[in-house]
């Protein structure tokens, strides 16, 4: 079993900067690739960016070069490095494991861009 708690949302005015945390607890040494997803009211839930166990990182073209994703091994922890936020990143993010053919969620964090 895979535990996940992400932690760092809150209120933004546009144009400014965030950073998420996702920590995962449990069977930790079994998790391969994990990612940052986000879901705005009446919307489905939409992958933002993805991190295997290397590091190697890929990022969905509406965070593209404002959304940084990273991944710390030792700390079992991702981050997400969000700037220039614009009010249409408000959502709920999400973050995601994948262990053994399971795929583990965190309860979420509020983002809300607004001024």
């Known amino acids: 079993q895979v535990q996940l708690v992400e932690s760092g949302g809150g209120l933004v005015q546009p144009g400014g900067s965030l950073k998420l945390s996702c920590t995962a607890s449990?069977?930790?040494?079994?998790?391969?690739?994990m990612a940052w997803f986000r879901q705005a009211p009446g919307e489905e839930r939409a992958l933002v960016a993805t991190?295997?166990?290397?590091?190697?990182?890929d990022v969905a073209e509406s965070a593209m070069g404002r959304f940084t994703i990273s991944r710390d091994n030792a700390k079992n922890t991702i981050y997400l490095q969000m700037s220039s936020l614009k009010p249409e990143d408000t959502a709920v993010y999400y973050c995601?494991?994948?262990?053994?053919?399971?795929?583990?969620w965190g309860k979420g964090t509020l983002v809300t861009v607004s001024s």
């Open positions: 995601n494991a994948e262990s053994r053919s399971r795929s583990y």
């Open positions: 449990g069977t930790v040494f079994s998790i391969g690739p």
């Open positions: 991190v295997d166990s290397s590091g190697a990182a």
